[in-house]
Nanobody
Framework: EVQLVESGGGLVQAGGSLRLSCAASGFTFDDYAIGWFRQAPGKEREGVSCISSSDGSTYYTNSVKGRFTISSDNAKNTVYLQMKSLKPEDTAEYYC???????????????????WGQGTQVTVSS
């Protein structure tokens, strides 16, 4: 059974940093695409970043470029989202999603993933 568990969310002041973790289990962690998404109240789910295992290629939505960094630790079956210079508009529930055995490409579209975590709340105060 594939499981994704997010952690690392919390309350932080504007300009601060957080590191989200997505711990994966239930599939071989050498061929995957994993994405980070966020959803604020009343808004659609937004693709924030993703990584594909085949070549480590990454994607970032424009609003987080230069502030967020996605990375993976295959030994720990974990993908991270390092978030710096946080802004109040980054406040949302953050989810990770995985497409096991589909590591040649990643996409910011939620439809590109088969499995989802339960989410972790990030709140940035002004």
């Amino acid at each position: 059974e594939v499981q994704l568990v997010e952690s690392g969310g919390g309350l932080v002041q504007a300009g601060g940093s957080l590191r989200l973790s997505c711990a994966a289990s239930g599939f071989t962690f050498d061929d995957y695409a994993i994405g980070w998404f966020r959803q604020a109240p009343g808004k659609e789910r937004e693709g924030v970043s993703c990584i594909s295992s085949s070549d480590g290629s990454t994607y970032y939505t424009n609003s987080v470029k230069g502030r967020f960094t996605i990375s993976s630790d295959n030994a720990k079956n974990t993908v991270y989202l390092q978030m710096k210079s946080l802004k109040p508009e980054d406040t949302a529930e953050y989810y990770c999603a995985a497409r096991p055995y589909g590591g040649r490409w990643c996409t910011p579209s939620p439809r590109g993933y088969n499995y989802w975590g339960q989410g972790t709340q990030v709140t940035v105060s002004s």
